[in-house]
């Protein structure tokens, strides 16, 4: 989304607003008023993660197709996931994160 002041010589002020449907891809224009317009919508949602957990996701590297395509393979190689057993690994590995 694209956003400017445009003030007219009524001293009426507008803000334009250049936009893309994240559905449909269709771009859209808009004038609103400025005294409407909620200048908060810009900014950034905030995240359930905390600083350190943003940090440290962003040094992971990314997924590519080939990790992809081995989870894939692993997965068919599975019968059953046994619910037990998937707690206690994640009990173990929060325990050597500490």
Not at 15 to 35: A, F, H, P, T
Not at 71 to 82: A, G
Request: glycine share 2%; net charge positive.
């Amino acid at each position: 989304m694209q956003t400017g002041l445009y003030v007219r010589s009524s001293a009426q002020s507008y803000v334009y607003i250049k936009y893309r449907c994240s559905r449909c891809k269709q771009l859209g224009e808009q004038m609103i008023d400025e005294e409407e317009w909620d200048w908060s919508v810009l900014n950034e949602e905030k995240n359930e993660m905390s600083d350190q957990e943003r940090r440290n996701f962003a040094t992971i590297p990314n997924i590519s197709a080939d990790n992809l395509l081995d989870f894939h393979t692993e997965l068919q190689k599975v019968e059953r996931v046994d619910e037990q057993v998937f707690r206690r690994k994640r009990r173990l590995s929060r325990k050597r994160a500490v």
